[in-house]
C-alpha cells in the first residue's frame, strides 16, 4: 500500500537561509508522482512541485527544488533564500498512476522562518 | 476563475444531525476526491470520484456517503455527525494523469460537531 512518511513535525530556519523538508513514500508502482503542497495559516492548499517516477531530473520551480532520489525513496523539498512568507505547513504527496489516482498524503512538516 | 468551490465554509451540527457538503469545479476534470484534515493527522482521504458515475473508498470512509452528481459536483454526506467528525473537509479534483495530475482544492469547509 501507499504510504508517505513526513519525519519532522516542526522545522526552524532563518531567513535568507536554504531548508530541506524530508519526504519518504512507499510504494510497489513503478510508475508514480509525488507532489509537494505549501499550507499557510489562511488554510488554502497551494501546489508548488511535481515529480515524476520516470524523471531522470529533479524538479525546480523558482525557489523550491524537489530532491528525487529513487532508490532511497525520497522526495525531499528544497527551498533556497527562504523568506518570511514561506512560513506555512508543507505536506508531500504521492499519486500511483496505476487504476485509482489516488493521492496520499504525509502529516506534514510546519516550517517557521525566524527574521 | 472559480477552480473548485466548496460549500458551506462554516457549519456547527449537534449529534446525530445530517448534513451534505457540496463540491463543484469548472475545469472538467475527471477526478474528484473528499479529504479530511485534522492537527497531526495530515490530509486523509475519505473517498474519490476517478470518473463520473464511479465512486471508491479511501482510508477514512466510515460515517460518510458520496454522490457524484455528474462531471461538476461531488457531494459528501454525514447522515448521523458524531463528535469525531469535527474536522476541515476539502474537496479537489484532478485531470487523469496524462499531465502532471496536481491537485486542485476547494478553500475547505470547517465542521464542528457538538
Known amino acids: 500500500a501507499q504510504k508517505i512518511t513526513q519525519t519532522q513535525p516542526g522545522m526552524f530556519v532563518q531567513e535568507k537561509e536554504a531548508v530541506t523538508l524530508d519526504c519518504t513514500y512507499d510504494t510497489s508502482d513503478q510508475s508514480y508522482g509525488l507532489f509537494w503542497y505549501k499550507q499557510p495559516s489562511s488554510g488554502e492548499m497551494i501546489f508548488l512541485i511535481y515529480q515524476g517516477s520516470y524523471d531522470e531530473q529533479n524538479a525546480t520551480e523558482g525557489r523550491y527544488s524537489l530532491n528525487f532520489q529513487k532508490a532511497r525513496k525520497s522526495a525531499n523539498l528544497v527551498i533556497s533564500a527562504s523568506q518570511l512568507g514561506d512560513s506555512a505547513m508543507y505536506f508531500c504527496?504521492?499519486?500511483?498512476?496505476?487504476?485509482?489516482?489516488?493521492?496520499?498524503f504525509g502529516t506534514g512538516t510546519r516550517l517557521k522562518v525566524l527574521a | 476563475n472559480a477552480g473548485v468551490t466548496q460549500t458551506p465554509k462554516f457549519q456547527v451540527l449537534k449529534t446525530g444531525q445530517s448534513m451534505t457538503l457540496q463540491c463543484a469545479q469548472d475545469m472538467n476534470h475527471n477526478s474528484m476526491y473528499w479529504y479530511r484534515q485534522d492537527p497531526g493527522m495530515g490530509l486523509r482521504l475519505i473517498y474519490y470520484s476517478a470518473s463520473e458515475g464511479t465512486t471508491d473508498k479511501g482510508e477514512v470512509p466510515n460515517g460518510y456517503n458520496v454522490s457524484r452528481l455528474n462531471k461538476r459536483e461531488f457531494s459528501l454526506r454525514l447522515e448521523s455527525a458524531a463528535p469525531s467528525q469535527t474536522s476541515v473537509y476539502f474537496c479537489?479534483?484532478?485531470?487523469?494523469?496524462?499531465?502532471?495530475?496536481?491537485?486542485?482544492f476547494g478553500e475547505g469547509s470547517r465542521l464542528t460537531v457538538l
Open positions: 479537489a479534483s484532478s485531470q487523469d494523469p496524462s499531465n502532471t495530475g496536481e491537485l486542485f
Open positions: 504527496a504521492m499519486r500511483e498512476a496505476s487504476g485509482t489516482y489516488k493521492y496520499i
